[in-house]
């Protein structure tokens, strides 16, 4: 996933993006303080890792966005799993999203940030809709999977 954590600082600190990314201000949506947008361009990975080394974080996303590829076929082939599929399915289209984002900007904008989610983790990272594709369709596909097996 394509995404920052909101705690401040620089790209040496614990869990930030690099300030020159922090310029916009959270604006808040009437959702009762849940859901505010913020833009930030992320170069790295997950929470800014490799945004030092944009080159390595782009090799390694499309490396990554193959190997799913790779899997979403096979699954693709299955008979049944339907919901399996499907999980498959948004994950890649999320990791194909970003990664022709990052090709085409050297970056992948940010702008949903949950200050008050369930998950302390999820507490700490600025979303796009590709991640929360990413985030439902890995869900979906664990569910499935595991539903499969009993």
């Not at 833009?39 to 090799?59: D, E, M, V």
């Not at 970003?98 to 904008?109: F, M, Q, Y």
């Amino acid at each position: 996933m394509e995404n920052h954590c909101a705690g401040g600082g620089g790209a040496g600190s614990r869990g930030g993006y690099p300030p020159e990314d922090q310029r916009a201000a959270g604006r808040d949506l009437p959702a009762a303080h849940r859901v505010q947008l913020r833009r930030a361009h992320n170069r790295g990975l997950l929470c800014s890792k490799f945004a030092r080394k944009p080159r390595a974080a782009a090799a390694l996303q499309t490396a990554s966005a193959a190997a799913l590829a790779a899997v979403a076929a096979v699954c693709a082939c299955r008979r049944g799993g339907t919901a399996l599929q499907i999980g498959m399915g948004l994950m890649l289209g999320g990791a194909l999203a970003n990664l022709i984002e990052r090709w085409a900007r050297g970056s992948v904008t940010d702008y949903v940030y949950l200050p008050r989610a369930v998950i302390p983790f999820f507490r700490r990272i600025i979303w796009n809709a590709a991640d929360l594709s990413i985030l439902t369709g890995c869900t979906t596909a664990v569910i499935a999977l595991l539903c499969e097996e009993l």
